[in-house]
C-alpha cells in the first residue's frame, strides 16, 4: 500500500464521490468521511485518495461550522494515512496546518477558559457538589485530577470563605502527570499553588497546596524505547497515599476535570479501583459526552463528526474569527480529532451513560445535584449565547448547545 501511495499519478474522482449542489451539507461530507475511512481500513488506496482530494475541495478553516470540521478531520485522516502506510501524494497540501501549541500565560488561560461554558460549567457544577459534600467539615483535602491547572478553585475558595461559621483548612493535591494536551500555561505548578495561597489568604481562607511526583517505586517500562503511559503514571500516584499525604478526619475529594478520556479505556477500570481505594466522601467527573472508543475507524469519524461540529458552531457565536482564544479553542478541537482519528489511543472520550455504568459496576452510587447547583449553571449560562442550556440526564447534569448533549458533569460516593 505504501508504494501505491507513493508512486499514484494524478487523482481522477469518480462519479461515486461527486455530490452535485451543496458540497458543505453535513451529511454529504460525513459520507464522504466514512468513504475516506472505509478506504483506510481496506487499504484500498485509489479510493482514499479520491475521496481526501474531494474533501480537500471542501475543507476551509475559514468557512463555516462544517468546513472547519472537515479541515480538521481531513487533517486526522491524512496523519493516519501517512502513519499507516506513508505519505499519499499531494497529502503535504491538504486541509490548512494545525495552530502551533502556544503557551499561555495564567491570564490568557483564565480568558481562553471564560471563552465558552465548556469547561466553566464542569466548574460550577463540581463545585457545588463538593460544597454541599463538605458541609461542617473542619478540614478538606481536594485530589486534583484536571486539566485546566487549578482554573477551577478560585471559585470554590471564595465560596469556602462565605461559609456560616469559617471556612475549613483546604488542602490540593495535584500530580506532577498529567495529558499532554492544551491548554498550556507557561507556569509551573508550584507558581500556580503560590497564586492560589496568596488569593486564599485574601479571602481568609488557609490552602495547603501540593504537588505529587510519581512513586518512584513504579514498575519500570519493559521497554526503554517504551516510555510508561498516562495511566501507568497516575496509578503509581494514586498508590501512594503516603506521597498524597492523606490525614485522618479530612473530607476527600477526588475531583476529574477533562482527564478520563486521557486514560486508555482498558485502564479505566484500574483508575477508578484506585481512586475508590482512597476511601474519598465524593468523587466528581467531567467531560465531553462522546463515545469515541469504537475499534472501528469509520465509527470514530461519524462520532467526530456528530460530536465536534457542536463546539465550532457555538464558536461562531461567542468571538470573531481572528479572535486568539477562538483560534486556540479550533486548534484543541483539532488536537482531539487527530488523536482519535489518526491512530494516536492518547484521547478516548466516553459517553456519561457509559461512565455512569463503569461507576456504578466498580461500587460507587450517584450522589446528584440539587436545585442550587442547577440554578448556579443556570447563572453561569446567561452571560454566554442563548443557545446554550441545562438538563438533567438521570443523576447527571448536561451541558447542551441547541438541545446537542455536549459536556456532562457527575458526582458519586463509595457505595
Not at 482519535?340 to 492518547?346: M, N, R
Amino acid at each position: 500500500m505504501e508504494q501505491e501511495l507513493r508512486s499514484s499519478g494524478p487523482v481522477r474522482v469518480q462519479s461515486s464521490l461527486c455530490f452535485s449542489g451543496a458540497l458543505v451539507d453535513g451529511p454529504r461530507i460525513q459520507q464522504l468521511l466514512l468513504h475516506c475511512a472505509a478506504a483506510l481500513e481496506s487499504n484500498d488506496v485509489t479510493l482514499a485518495q479520491q475521496a481526501m482530494w474531494v474533501l480537500n475541495n471542501i475543507a476551509s478553516s475559514q468557512g463555516d461550522p462544517n468546513q472547519r470540521l472537515t479541515s480538521s478531520l481531513l487533517r486526522g485522516l491524512v496523519a493516519r494515512a501517512c502513519r499507516t502506510c506513508g505519505s499519499p501524494r499531494g497529502a503535504g497540501s491538504m486541509a490548512a496546518p494545525l495552530l502551533g501549541r502556544r503557551v499561555m500565560s495564567v491570564t490568557e488561560l483564565a480568558d481562553y477558559v471564560d471563552l465558552t461554558p465548556w469547561h466553566r460549567f464542569g466548574f460550577t457544577a463540581s463545585n457545588g457538589a463538593i460544597l454541599r459534600a463538605v458541609t461542617g467539615r473542619d478540614a478538606v483535602h481536594v485530589v486534583d485530577l484536571g486539566a485546566t491547572r487549578c482554573m477551577q478553585w478560585p471559585t470554590l475558595i471564595d465560596a469556602l470563605s462565605k461559609r456560616p461559621g469559617g471556612p475549613p483548612a483546604l488542602r490540593i493535591t495535584v500530580p506532577s502527570v498529567r495529558p499532554a494536551g492544551p491548554p498550556l500555561v507557561g507556569v509551573s505548578d508550584a507558581e500556580l499553588g503560590l497564586r492560589l495561597a496568596n488569593f486564599a489568604k485574601s479571602k481568609g481562607v488557609q490552602l495547603e497546596f501540593n504537588v505529587v511526583e510519581k512513586s518512584s517505586t513504579t514498575t519500570p517500562s519493559p521497554s526503554p524505547a517504551k516510555p510508561l503511559t498516562l495511566s501507568q503514571e497516575l496509578a503509581s500516584v494514586l498508590s501512594d497515599p503516603p506521597a498524597l499525604g492523606l490525614r485522618e478526619g479530612e473530607a476527600l475529594v477526588v475531583n476529574c476535570q477533562s482527564w478520563l478520556r486521557h486514560v486508555a479505556p482498558g485502564s479505566r477500570g484500574e483508575f477508578l479501583d484506585a481512586v475508590g481505594a482512597l476511601d474519598p466522601c465524593l468523587v466528581t467527573v467531567t467531560d465531553e459526552d462522546a463515545d469515541l472508543d469504537s475499534p472501528s475507524l469509520a465509527t470514530r469519524i461519524a462520532g467526530c463528526f456528530n460530536f465536534h461540529w457542536i463546539l465550532f458552531d457555538a464558536l461562531d457565536t461567542s468571538a470573531p474569527r481572528d479572535s486568539p482564544r477562538r483560534l486556540e479553542h479550533e486548534a484543541a478541537v483539532g488536537q482531539k480529532i487527530e488523536s482519535v482519528v489518526g491512530a494516536d489511543d492518547s484521547e478516548r472520550p466516553e459517553s456519561g451513560a457509559r461512565l455512569a455504568e463503569r461507576m456504578r459496576r466498580k461500587g460507587f452510587a450517584a450522589v446528584g445535584f440539587g436545585e442550587v447547583e442547577v440554578e448556579e449553571v443556570r447563572q453561569l449560562l446567561s452571560e454566554h449565547a442563548t443557545g446554550w442550556g441545562v438538563k438533567r440526564e438521570e443523576d447527571m447534569l448536561m451541558l447542551t448547545w441547541k438541545g446537542h448533549a455536549a459536556v456532562f458533569t457527575t458526582a458519586w460516593a463509595p457505595n
